[in-house]
């Protein structure tokens, strides 16, 4: 609890990176946040990874 407190002051200050939400994720998930942990997860891997206009294009075709 006390790592997630420091992660949380840390945001307050503008600390937000793929490194925050990846390491948040861990902490989440060490405290058995689940979804919580796999919403940091997913953060980490948009920032890591950003999805291409073009797939982002395609889903969006094929929603329709």
Same mark, same amino acid.
């Given at each position: 609890?006390?790592?997630?407190?420091?992660?949380? *002051?840390?945001?307050?200050?503008?600390?937000?990176?793929?490194?925050?939400?990846?390491? *948040?994720?861990?902490?989440?998930?060490?405290?058995? *946040?689940?979804?919580?942990?796999?919403?940091?997860? *997913?953060?980490?891997?948009?920032?890591?990874? $950003?999805?291409? $206009?073009?797939?982002?294009?395609?889903?969006?075709?094929?929603?329709?």
């Amino acid at each position: 609890q006390e790592s997630l407190s420091t992660l949380d *002051r840390l945001a307050e200050r503008g600390g937000i990176d793929e490194g925050f939400h990846f390491l *948040r994720s861990h902490v989440l998930g060490d405290l058995d *946040r689940k979804d919580e942990a796999a919403a940091a997860m *997913r953060a980490y891997l948009d920032l890591k990874d $950003p999805p291409k $206009p073009e797939k982002a294009k395609t889903k969006a075709t094929a929603n329709s």
